[in-house]
């Protein structure tokens, strides 16, 4: 069944946890896996809270989410001040204080692609194969 969800949200961090809810509650309506719900609550809240702390310049974000032909797509968009982005950065190191949001989301999906403009915020977008449950989750 196709479902598509968008989210306009305040950048504060209690919105995190809205994201995360409406995101796995979806997947469970569908019958996701509770492990492939538990990456999309990692990656959504990695996304969502690169917004909160990083997205100067603007109050809100954007989270759509499209679940159609057994993908989930999710884009969590900013009006923020954006940043540069280098796609071949080597990866942080395990304990390093930050920096491991783009990494995780890129390890616990199929494909990420991130835009980022100076003056026009940040998009980031995912996407993952979903894994269904053999039987109804009650």
Known sequence: MP???TLCLPREVES???ARTVVSAAL???EVTRACRE???IVV???CGNVVA???GTDAYVVRVNVTDGRCDVEVVDQGAGFVYDAQAPRPQPTAASGRGLYLIDLLTDQVIVTSDLEHGTTVWFTKRLEFTDT???
């Open 3 to 5: 479902v598509s969800i």
């Open 16 to 18: 995190l946890r809205m």
């Open 28 to 30: 469970s309506a569908l």
């Open 39 to 41: 990456q999309f609550a």
């Open 45 to 47: 809240s990695e996304a």
């Open 54 to 56: 990083h997205a100067d």
């Open 136 to 138: 109804p989750t009650g």
